[in-house]
């Protein structure tokens, strides 16, 4: 299924990384809820193997299932079910994120809820999974038992991603306790899942995974809704397996979108604003149904995954970045993902960062809860992108434009472009090297305005920049370059 079940007047996804369950839960009643966010992406819920070198409780442990017990670094069962509980009360959804392609890389151990398990042996008791659970010699025929060569299908579906235990997904067993686990999560109240490493599944197998899976719970959606499905799936082109195997079963995850919008507003290779008048079908990504947008992800913000770094935006690039998240919140293409991170130490020695893998702030690897400053940003490392003003009040002109056409296109064949959504709300953005001074069509009502990106619209106060609409519609817009944030919107 394709649609998000936002509630009415809601937009946007935000992918809480790494958060705690019981600090999701405040999140949504005291900020997304009243800010008009959709939904929720949460960290894998379930049991996870724990790492304590060669890196100290990196983030990435989370992406090495133990069991489907749901007791993991962010919380226990009972956290995650309040956590659901309190967030359809305030309008909120979730959305969990599947590791269902593989188990623990090499060792042995105990996972997050203490249960043991051997990857050397293939037992995962706790499941329980064993040998002949797991893709072997017979499907995978390279050297090393891993992906070696992405040009070949078959072996990046059957053979192990980094090493990475990899589940016998055509089994019946397997596939069955693969969904009794999501339809536990369903019967909860999620609203839809994250499908992590879908380009190492064979489309077939998820089909009948996805086949078994329930209705949502009807406490909090319409009957006979299903789960909001989007998948992880890497095609920046050239390979042999395509985003466009798995539109068929859900939305996929589009990262051309955040590599050519970040490259655009970088100014690389010659590229001009003015090129995004027709930004994603246009630019030969996914259809915009079909698609999940997004500036950054936990991976590429730490050069995992693709984009690289001289491409990717991140809350490191904070001008640029916002100017992005503003861009895909306003321009109607794909379902917006915002990414909310915890800051870390880059050390990029070589084109890699040595830190890549450093986990949230935490006390002896106990993750810390997220602490709220005055001012409505976080604190203790927490970066909270969606606490920031030119993010979040882009977040309610996404809800409040949502259902209207581009319109009124303007640009100067260069890096200034402004358009409206409809007659309900209007953006421009300057990117030059100089200052802005234009008069242009907003489409709007004539009217007085608050500018929500320098500041905020109170009862009759207007902490930002006001903007006369005069009766023809047009209005005045001033953007310097060297301002906090160079673009405006406004809304009626
Ligand atoms: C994903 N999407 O398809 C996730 O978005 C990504 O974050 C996951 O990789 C990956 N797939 C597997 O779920 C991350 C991280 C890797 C890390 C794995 C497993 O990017 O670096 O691999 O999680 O934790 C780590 C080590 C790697 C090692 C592997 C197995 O970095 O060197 O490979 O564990 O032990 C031998
Ligand atoms: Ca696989």
New binding site residues.
């Given amino acids: 299924n394709k649609s998000p079940h936002c509630h009415n007047g809601r937009f946007g996804i935000v992918h809480l990384f790494e958060w705690r369950w019981a600090d999701i839960a405040a999140e949504c009643e005291r900020w997304l809820g009243p800010k008009n966010f959709c939904g929720v992406q949460i960290s894998p819920p379930n049991e996870h193997r724990i790492i304590d070198s060669p890196d100290y409780r990196p983030w990435?442990?989370r992406?090495?299932p133990v069991s489907y017990k749901l007791d993991s670094r962010s919380g226990n069962e009972q956290e995650l079910r309040d956590m659901v509980e309190r967030c359809n009360k305030a309008g909120v959804r979730i959305y969990a994120d599947l590791?269902i392609n593989?188990m623990t890389?090499?060792g042995q151990g105990q996972g997050s809820s203490g249960s043991y398990w051997n990857a050397d042996s293939l037992s995962y008791p706790a499941v329980p999974f064993g040998s002949g659970d797991f893709n072997g010699r017979d499907v995978c025929n390279t050297g090393s038992g891993n992906i070696e060569n992405y040009n070949d299908a078959n072996q990046v579906r059957n053979c192990r991603?980094?090493?990475?235990r990899d589940l016998r997904l055509g089994k019946d067993y397997v596939r069955g306790k693969v969904a009794d686990y999501i339809n536990n999560l369903i019967d909860m109240g999620m609203a839809g899942f994250r499908v992590?490493?879908v380009k190492h599944m064979w489309p077939g197998d998820l089909q009948n995974i996805y086949s078994r899976l329930k209705n949502l719970n009807s406490r909090y959606f319409l009957s006979n809704s299903r789960p909001f499905i989007f998948q992880?799936v890497i095609d920046m082109g050239g390979e042999p397996i395509k985003g466009t195997d798995y539109t068929h079963l859900g939305q996929v995850t589009e990262f051309k979108y955040g590599k050519e919008l970040g490259d655009v507003i970088r100014k690389n290779n010659g590229q001009r604003l003015r090129y995004l008048r027709n930004f994603g079908e246009g630019w030969g990504m996914l259809r915009s149904g079909d698609s999940l947008v997004f500036v950054d992800n936990?991976?590429n913000q730490r050069g995992?995954?693709a984009g690289g770094y001289g491409s990717i935006l991140t809350h490191a690039d904070s001008k640029m970045y916002k100017m992005a998240n503003a861009f895909m919140m306003a321009f109607p293409y794909g379902t917006v993902r915002i990414m909310s991170s915890y800051s870390w130490q880059r050390n990029i020695q070589g084109g890699k960062d040595k830190n890549d893998w450093i986990g949230p702030p935490s006390n002896g690897g106990n993750t810390k809860s997220v602490p709220i400053n005055a001012d409505n940003t976080c604190g203790d490392g927490w970066v909270c992108e969606h606490r920031w003003r030119q993010i979040y009040n882009m977040v309610s002109f996404g809800a409040k434009s949502q259902n209207e056409p581009l319109r009124n296109w303007w640009d100067n064949g260069w890096q200034q472009v402004a358009f409206s959504r409809g007659n309900k709300a209007f953006i421009a953005f300057n990117n030059e090297d100089r200052e802005m001074d234009v008069t242009l069509q907003t489409g709007l009502p004539a009217g007085t305005y608050c500018d929500i990106v320098s500041g905020q619209n109170g009862k009759g106060n207007c902490s930002g920049k006001t903007i006369y609409v005069g009766n023809d519609g047009r209005a005045r817009i001033q953007i310097s370059n060297r301002a906090d944030d160079s673009f405006i919107a406004i809304m009626v």
Avoid: C
Avoid at 161 to 164: A, E, K, S
């Fill in positions: 990435y442990q992406y090495q590791v593989h890389g090499g991603l980094l090493g990475l992590d490493a992880e936990h991976d995992h995954g």
